[in-house]
């Protein structure tokens, strides 16, 4: 296959653009099903089998990351290649760029998203407000860290950190000693604990001119750790949107990103109220002087559980942003249609059974996404169910009763 334009991939009959995703999940799943209409397929390639991506995509590959050649072959395969987590191996950016393919994002934007201290020091380095942390290689770092910025503080591990794993809360700095424990003797990261009002994200896309387009800013809600239910837009004040926006375009621009990255955000107090809840520690009276109310937690180069509302809730999905950006075409409308609302649905709810489907459809505005993963277990994210509404408070009421119709919640 020839080297193709080092800007944009436009679809025609004779040579439809192809995207290689690496990652098989149910992101990759929902950008082939949007690619599709726009004449541009997806192969896949990751270890597993029959997988999310590869029940729709045009081909799917099934091999080790590790197998340097089966990479080189794949990647020759296709015209762009994009990621559909950011822990795959860095040789896989670097032998997609050897073989001249556009690699969207680049192999940069992983490198940085990979690991919690270059993320974070990557945000400090850049001026862009960020939760004070501190680097732990050992049992004595830590403990100048919790030294520094007190308690309560939350350690994490520096790599493959999601949904919760690989962090223990330390309200106390007798906890020390037990916490670097659980890291497993990993580098980590000491991140003090922001008493924020709510979690709050962004999902944007930017394209290879700079073009840039924000989907509006969403309200996070969590169960153990796990993203549980995104509400669309966020109630919050259009200043705290206009910062919001503000601040992912800046990131993406320092990063040069190209595609569609996650931005998730903590949501301070209003000054006044967080003078009086904060301490006097260093970490505390920074959040206190803060001059915006949004800090920065972390990122995600890709499309994004927070933005799977989207799909019903948008002009034009993250999903198909996706692929517009990757393929160097004109991004669409971030416009939103109608206040939406997002639940997940995790394995738990197979405890008792197979789900009640037909429950859950006999609400009308109830839309149903299911992964085809092939098992079920507690906390794995197995669909999710979208709902628009006239109000945020009709989205939310219908979703969480449909949601509950299904009987194994």
Known sequence: MSTPNPQSLIPNLQSPPVIGVFGSG?????????????????????????????????????????????????????????????NVPSHVAEIAAEEGKLVRPGGHVLHVAQNRLREKGFFAEAGLPVTPFALVHSLADLQAGLAKLGTPAVLKTAAFGYDGKGQVKIDDPSQAEDAWQAMNGQPAILEAFVPFEREVSVVAARGFDGAFAAFPLVENRHANHILDVTIAPAQVSSEVVAEAAQLTRRLMEALDVVGVLCVEFFLLPKKNQRESIFSASSASASFASHSGRLLINEIAPRPHNSGHWTIE?????????????????????????????????????????????????????????????????????????????????????????????????
């Open 313 to 409: 809730g948008a002009v034009t999905s993250q999903f198909e942003q996706q692929a517009r950006a990757v393929c160097g075409l004109p991004l669409g409308s971030s416009e939103q249609v109608r206040p939406a609302v997002m639940v997940n649905l995790l394995g738990d709810l197979w405890a008792k059974g197979e789900p009640d489907w037909a429950a859950l459809l006999a609400y009308p505005t109830a839309k149903l996404h299911l992964y085809g993963k092939s098992a079920a277990r507690p906390g794995r994210k197995m669909g999710h169910v979208t709902v628009t509404a006239e109000t945020v408070e009709e989205a939310l009421e219908t979703a969480l009763s449909a949601r509950k119709s299904l009987g194994g919640r």
């Open 26 to 86: 149910q992101l990759g799943r929902m950008l082939a099903l949007a690619a599709h209409p726009l004449g541009i397929r997806v192969h896949t390639f990751s270890p597993e089998r029959d997988t999310p991506t590869g029940q729709v995509a045009a081909q799917e590959i099934c091999v080790s990351y590790d197998d340097q050649d089966a990479v080189r072959a794949f990647v020759r395969g296709v015209d762009a290649v994009t990621f559909e987590f950011e």
